[in-house]
């Protein structure tokens, strides 16, 4: 384990930052992965973990696998993954990585995690050398700026807070300001509208693309489904709502920064079977799209919790 890696995993005694510069230092350090091979690393998770492995660290960190086998001038512009197995934040996770393709343009890599022998993630990224070629896209939506807009975590009140229990007083390194509603507030009645935030890293990073498109793969994670659940006005540790992440995808189509405002506008086109399907765009502060996002989440609204389980794994 590395240093980098040690110190992402202490033990979260109340003490630390609950954001800012030194949870964002932490977050950094997490993906900081071990190489144990050539094609072979190790990650941790953080001590506060609740009882699964964030999906966006899991993502993050396979995506890091990735981009450690590739030369610098090859960027990623899309990922494809499923999450296999809830992972287990008390042991490490070992990524493997096999060099699908290196092509003339294109470069793909296909990654699986690891823990107590079995696979719980599997990730396919594509890198391609900077090229031109026609270029178009959607504009950003007309939003209040961030700066004009609380934080999530000034948001929370004490209810929220006994509701969502320890997942109210973690770390955030990720900085997000509802512009529309926030999900709990439209709980009964529902929003059929776009759910859109506001969201940049608490601090600041160091100039390296494949850092930065790894965070925002981390942070991607986050608001997602709430997407789905605010078309039916429900929202976790409030009503019977049980979830996880089945897949996730991601392009990337120019150059940003994840320290600096991101705009996350999502929608949720169809929910069915227990299952919601969400998607995102991602415009800069110019107004440029940098990135698309979706996935399909395990959603289950019952009358006892007791009814559902909510690791897709064990399904």
Not at 1 to 7: G, I, V
Not at 10 to 16: I, L, N
Not at 118 to 125: D, E, M
């Amino acid at each position: 384990m590395t240093e980098a890696a040690r110190q992402a995993a202490a033990e979260f005694d109340g003490t630390q930052a609950l954001r800012g510069q030194p949870v964002l230092d932490r977050l950094v350090a997490l993906l900081d992965l071990e190489r144990i091979e050539e094609n072979i690393f190790r990650g941790v998770s953080p001590a506060h973990s609740t009882v699964r492995v964030f999906g966006g660290q899991v993502a993050g960190q396979a995506l890091v696998a990735a981009g450690r086998t590739v030369p610098s001038e090859r960027k990623v512009h899309s990922l494809h993954a499923y999450f296999i197995r809830g992972g287990d934040p008390s042991v490490p996770i070992v990524y493997e990585v096999d060099r699908i393709r290196d092509g003339g343009s294109f470069t793909t890599r296909r990654v699986i995690a690891i823990q107590h022998g079995k696979a719980i993630f599997a990730l396919s990224a594509s890198f391609q050398k900077v090229e031109p070629g026609v270029d178009h896209a959607e504009p950003m939506p007309d939003v209040p700026p961030p700066d004009a807009l609380p934080s999530r975590q000034d948001t929370i009140t004490a209810e929220l807070a006994e509701k969502l229990g320890p997942m109210a007083t973690m770390p955030r390194p990720i900085d997000i300001r509802y512009v529309t509603e926030p999900p709990w507030a439209v709980r009964g009645r529902g929003n059929a509208a776009r759910n859109q935030v506001w969201m940049r890293a608490d601090g600041t990073l160091p100039t390296d693309d494949l850092l930065h498109v790894c965070v925002l793969t981390y942070a991607s994670d986050m608001t997602l489904l709430d997407s789905v659940l605010v078309r039916h006005g429900v929202y976790w540790g409030y009503d019977k709502v049980l979830g996880a992440s089945l897949d996730h995808a991601l392009w990337f189509h120019r150059p940003f920064r994840v320290d600096e405002w991101l705009l996350y506008s999502l929608d949720s086109p169809s929910s069915q079977s227990s299952r919601g399907l969400a998607r995102g765009q991602i415009f800069d502060r110019q107004g440029r799209l940098v990135a698309s996002t979706a996935q399909e989440g395990l959603i289950r609204v019952v009358a006892d919790r007791a009814a559902a389980r909510a690791v897709p794994a064990q399904d």
